[in-house]
């Protein structure tokens, strides 16, 4: 239908919408749900996005994403609800069952976490993404993963609980943790199933009250041991005493007088917006966050659309933000009701708290100015610099999607190999993917081989991610002709026509030029081109290297990464 007759048709519905507040819901040709939405006046909202004269002249939205949004609207549902406020609940509700793709919503897809104390002899802790009936004691739900994970940390090092997976039945040589103060050992029969207990019972006290509890706990029982004359358990609880105080340093660096509280502040790029989020517990800063989003609706919109959709099992009495919000009270209204506590969202204005909004702000600059998702690497002109690269390699398509692969490992063991992507000359990190290598042997022409492989398989099989679906403009690869003309193979019998070149290697292991399959392409003599190719290749190591030191400590400890 045309587009122009589209909107005219839906206009016509809407104007029979009794002028009531409410929720309106966009749906695609497929029927499904793209966005939802809350109107004070549903008719009134609803005419801004149906209105012809608008669409005709485009600039006149005030985005692009909600222009992209409406050429997909076919159809909407509404419902009427009895206030503006209703209408904001109700749209909270139906944002987090349905997450529509124009709405806005957080990126970190790891849930709610919960740490999980097992009901077994030796008791561990661990990070779970769910309570199961079993027995076992909980912590949480905790928003942040990485507060959850570094609780467990912090707890396990602290009380030298085990976080591997042995069995404790049988003596066995003790791990790396033990050697480094992080473990009691249990598997090697270091400590007693009683005291083991005990440093379990003040892990947990830990998590759920905080170090300053059990600090004077520990205290206690360091006199009454002295004055018993168990000098070596007075000692033990000694080291326990100072590496809890040391944690406890390490949280403080930030504090304020409010004990709890949420501290956020948003930054604008070109075209993403980072929000950095500053979590406060007993007046000491425990831990940060941050977020992106595109950089497409008003602050005070985001800012509300931000804090609706992080504010779902857990928010503080106080949450500070650097600028005005719209729907504020509402949304005061609507967090207190659901967490039956009084909730201030407050707007500093000078002070401590404004110097933390400052503080928030400053790093939030920091990690937008040096994300991989928005900054260039230094590179000017990225379309220019595409189409030389495309000249030099004599290739008909300028290479906007770049793949580039890298294999790691040390004689054939933890054999792994990623797959990184540029796209327009800047790295596109959520595309990003991971292989373990099937054999472990020292053969860089068969792991390669393998890998370009499977992700050639990924491509042909239709159930994968959107990412192995696309094809790339050119491949790069880890090396010089043999491996392009070993490659070059692979793609052409899987009948692909995709350009591969090696980036070679100087003896300091930096690129210094491109092979194809039977000549080497010098890229010196170009500045721009040079330092894109570098810093592709330094990408792809980089990321080939932590994967492999990762799998490569946890096969060593023998024990479970959080």
Known sequence: MDMILKLKKLKEITKKIPKKPGVYIMKDFQDKIIYIGKAKILPNRLLQYFCPEIFENKS??????????????????????NSEYEALVLECSLIKIHRPKYNILLKDAKGYHYIKATNEKWRRLRLVSRKENDNSMYFGPYMSYFSAKRMIEEACGIFKIAVCSKSFDSKSKPCLNFHINRCSAPCAGEISIEDYENNFKNALNFIENGDENILNKLKNDMILASSEMQFERAAKIRNTIFALEKSHQNQSV?????????????????????????????????ISENFFFENSESLSFIRSEFIKTYYQNFAPVQITIDGEIQDHKLIEKLLSEKFNKKIKISIPKKGEQLNLIKLCKENAESILNNSFDNQSFGIKNNEKILQNLAKILNINKIPKYIESYDISNIC?????????????????????????????????????????????????????????????????????????????????????????????????????????????????????????ICEIQEETHRFAINYHKKLRMKRMLGENIF
Do not use: W
């Open 412 to 532: 054939g063991t933890d054999n792994v190999g990623v797959m990184v992507v540029f796209k327009n000359g800047i790295p596109l990190k959520h595309a990003y993917r991971k292989f373990k290598i099937k054999k472990d042997f020292p053969n860089d022409y068969a792991s390669i081989s393998e890998l370009l492989g499977r992700r050639i398989n990924r491509f042909k099989n239709g159930k994968y991610d959107e990412y192995f679906r696309k094809i790339p403009d050119i491949i790069l690869i880890d090396g010089g002709m043999v491996h392009a003309r070993i490659i070059s193979e692979i793609v052409k019998k899987n009948g692909l026509n995709i350009p591969i070149f090696g980036m070679v290697k100087n003896e300091k292991h930096k690129t210094r030029a491109l092979a194809s399959e039977d000549k080497i392409i010098e890229i010196k003599n170009n500045d721009e081109i040079f330092k894109l």
């Open 60 to 81: 006149k939205y005030n985005s692009v994403k909600t222009l992209k949004m409406v050429i997909q609207i076919e159809n909407f549902d509404y419902i009427i609800t």
């Open 254 to 286: 930030i504090s304020n007088k409010i004990k709890e509280q949420d501290v956020i502040s948003f930054v604008c790029g070109d075209e993403k917006i980072c929000v950095e989020v500053f979590k406060f517990h007993k007046g000491n800063l425990f």
